[in-house]
Nanobody, 123 residues
Framework: QLQLVESGGGLAQPGGSLRLSCAASGFTLAYYAIGWFRQAPGKEREGVLCISVTDGSIYYADSVKGRFTISKDNAKNTVNLQMNSLKPEDTAIYYC????????????????WGQGTQVTVSS
């Protein structure tokens, strides 16, 4: 059974860092594009970053460029989202999702999702 589980969320101070992980089971992440999305209260879910089958990274949120990076660990079947220089506006539930091969910024194009992990940035 295909399953994605996010971890690593929590409370961080402005300027701090968090590292989110998305662990896959039941399938091999190496053959999929993995996207990180986030949804803040009262807002639509938005694409943040995506990593393709060829390990190319695509930023969908300009606000995270230079602060967030995505990486894939094929040996652990895990994708990580390193978030640095966090800002209060980064507060949201963060989700990972997969789709075949190519990245896309649209949540509706991703069929499988994790349950999400809460990230709160506050002093």
């Amino acid at each position: 059974q295909l399953q994605l589980v996010e971890s690593g969320g929590g409370l961080a101070q402005p300027g701090g860092s968090l590292r989110l992980s998305c662990a896959a089971s039941g399938f091999t992440l190496a053959y999929y594009a993995i996207g990180w999305f986030r949804q803040a209260p009262g807002k639509e879910r938005e694409g943040v970053l995506c990593i393709s089958v060829t390990d190319g990274s695509i930023y969908y949120a300009d606000s995270v460029k230079g602060r967030f990076t995505i990486s894939k660990d094929n040996a652990k079947n895990t994708v990580n989202l390193q978030m640095n220089s966090l800002k209060p506006e980064d507060t949201a539930i963060y989700y990972c999702a997969v789709r075949p091969i190519l990245c896309d910024y649209r949540p509706g194009f991703f069929a499988s999702w994790g349950q999400g992990t809460q990230v709160t940035v506050s002093s």
